[in-house]
């Protein structure tokens, strides 16, 4: 298995610290405000990398942070007049809904800043220690010009980067690069004891010490958007390697951006969408394959265009997954036994998969598949359970377990507790074929018509008749 690693800048044979476990960290929300489109591709896209892992063998230990302190959250606090403790708890109690929505695993551990203040005191005091930090009134530093290779990651030139930095006026640091690893407290903002007086911490000490509080020193795989290669990352390297004395990460792997009619998604451009207004529209399997369609590494341009064939994409895997659940619920081992090489569709998932992860390649390979079968279910007027079984097993393994783009337990067809609106769709049904039978053709054609526009369709058969739902 090969995985594109941001700090060597090429494709590296994946091979964990001490397998089978991968220890594998994400940079998580800050909780100020519904997250949009662009986090959630990278939220889907490190769920699909977690997945995947799990499915070739290996036991995850995946960590998300929350960052519920900021001051993001305090500008928000400030404009809604509430606390920001009552804002992070808003909005993370919001995240937590949309990534469920979004058939996002939950992570085994979803540390919080405000939860880890006296393990980021604890190494902030180190890097003192270490004459990595510097205090001025009350503000720790870090002196970027004490860590060699700064600028590892992204590649970035420091003397480049000091002569285009922007000093700010009474600016008491060293280096205008250096950055605060703890902030002196403002008046009526949240703040805690520490050293060097009241204050909270900045942001990149948060990551760096939650990771290793909860993987260990160094870690497996390190994930993010592209964004956050520069400062974030290279400023986590710098504060974990100072204090811990170890290469702090193994894998570093980070997500394009997602664009908006060619243009970044910005607030002053007025163009976010949050991923809980994309799943008012669109299914979240719709959603997972719309992002799984193109390369996690590469750029995404946003489209309702796109989205809508992803929706129809998902709607033939579910067309064929219906029929699996219809067939295995008869029951009956009568009929053929098609000759099909199952194996070879997941030799040619794995394939393209353990090529960096190249879920657009592992989409067509599922395609394919129902392509196939739909072919073989067409030649064939009775097929046995058994092979059923063996396709839904490997849409199970591949479609669902990995890419989140079908949900056996969720279909219509499935084996589930019948809601009311379930059967008053059956009782209408029955009324329609009593009408077939009386010959109240107009009748009977009206209730599938008026059935349709509500976005549930009638498929009839020598079997009886079955109904599936659209998306209005």
Request: hydrophobic fraction near 35%; glycine fraction near 6%; charge should be neutral.
């Amino acid at each position: 298995m090969q995985i594109y690693n941001t700090f060597s800048k090429t494709k590296e044979e994946f091979i964990p610290i001490n397998p089978p476990t991968v220890n594998f960290y994400v940079c998580g929300p800050t909780v100020y405000d519904y997250f949009h489109i662009g986090n959630a591709r990278s939220f889907i896209m490190a769920d699909i990398v977690r997945r995947y892992l799990e499915y070739k063998g290996y036991v995850v230990k995946f960590v998300m942070n929350i960052t519920d302190i900021d001051d993001k959250i305090i500008n928000k606090s400030k404009e809604y007049k509430k606390p920001t403790d009552e804002i992070a708890k808003f909005f993370t109690n919001a995240f937590y809904e949309d990534i469920s929505k979004l058939k996002i695993k939950p992570a085994n551990v979803y540390p919080r800043a405000t939860d880890s203040i006296e393990d980021i005191i604890e190494m902030i005091k180190t890097l003192v220690k270490k004459g990595y930090a510097y205090e001025i009134d009350g503000n720790v530093y870090y002196d970027i010009s004490k860590f060699e290779n700064y600028g590892k990651l992204s590649g970035k030139n420091l003397e480049e980067l000091e002569a285009g930095a922007r000093i700010e006026i009474n600016d008491a640091k060293k280096n205008p690069l250096d950055f605060v690893l703890w902030k002196k407290a403002k008046e009526g903002e949240p703040s805690w004891d520490s050293p060097w007086g009241k204050g909270r911490p900045g942001w990149h000490i948060e990551c760096s010490t939650m990771s290793c509080k909860h993987l260990g020193l160094s870690i497996d795989i390190h994930a993010g958007g592209n964004d956050l290669i520069f400062p974030h990352h290279e400023n986590e390297i710098a504060q974990s390697e100072a204090a811990n004395e170890k290469k702090f990460v193994k894998y570093w792997m980070h997500f394009g951006f997602l664009n908006i009619q060619n243009e970044k998604m910005s607030k002053s451009l007025g163009n976010i969408i949050t991923a809980r207004e994309l799943l008012s529209k669109y299914s979240a399997e719709a959603i997972r394959l719309f992002f799984s369609q193109t390369h996690y590494r590469g750029p995404l341009n946003f489209s309702e265009e796109l989205l809508t064939a992803a929706e129809k994409g998902v709607e033939k895997i579910k067309n064929l997954a219906d029929k699996i659940e219809s067939e295995l619920k008869k029951g009956s081992n009568e009929g053929v036994m098609p000759e099909f090489d199952f194996s070879f569709y997941y030799k040619e998932f794995e394939k393209v998969m353990d090529d960096d992860i190249n879920t657009p390649q592992a989409v067509a390979v599922i395609f394919e598949f129902v392509k196939s079968i739909n072919k073989i279910i067409s030649e064939h007027e009775k097929i046995n359970t058994d092979f059923y079984r063996r396709v839904k097993k490997f849409l199970q393994d591949t479609a669902e377990a990995v890419l989140g783009i079908i949900h056996f337990d969720s279909l219509l067809n499935g084996i589930k507790e019948e809601s009311i609106e379930d059967k008053l769709i059956e009782l209408l049904i029955n009324v329609r074929l009593l009408l077939k039978k009386e010959k109240n053709y107009a009748l009977s054609d009206l209730i599938r018509d008026e059935l349709n526009k509500l976005g549930i369709i009638l498929q009839d058969s020598k079997e009886g008749t079955t109904y599936k739902r659209k998306k209005i």
